[in-house]
């Protein structure tokens, strides 16, 4: 199978930096979209940041020119770099893939998740 694992997170003072990783392990053959979401305390999951695999990126309007998303497709790996940290950015962030992998049918495709990352904000 196919498991989706995040790292990266922790606690950060207001104007600091986190890189966050996300590697795809298993019987992954490529990557496609992929993305960051985050989900706050009290609040729905919202996304973040997406790349094609050809590493066109779009961002959530709350984060854009602060967070940078990036691949590297030869280590089935997603990262997304944070800058500028603010409070409001607190919250359990999540990597999403749509991935192709090998099962004993053959070639299959559907989109994982990981199992969440916790970023915390505060001074």
């Known amino acids: 199978q196919v498991q989706l694992v995040e790292s990266g997170g922790g606690l950060v003072q207001p104007g600091g930096s986190l890189r966050l990783s996300c590697a795809a392990s298993?019987?992954?053959?490529?990557?496609?979209?992929a993305g960051w979401h985050r989900q706050a305390p009290g609040k729905q999951r919202e996304s973040v940041a997406t790349i094609t695999r050809g590493s066109t990126a779009n961002y959530a309007d709350s984060v854009k020119g602060r967070f940078t998303i990036s691949r590297d497709n030869a280590k089935n790996t997603v990262y997304l770099q944070m800058n500028s940290l603010e409070p409001e950015d607190t919250a359990v962030y999540f990597c999403?893939?749509?991935?192709?992998?090998?099962?004993?049918?053959?070639?299959?495709?559907?989109?994982?998740w990981g199992q969440g990352t916790q970023v915390t904000v505060s001074s």
């Open positions: 298993g019987s992954v053959s490529s990557i496609d979209v």
């Open positions: 999403n893939a749509h991935v192709t992998y090998y099962s004993a049918s053959g070639y299959s495709r559907r989109d994982f």
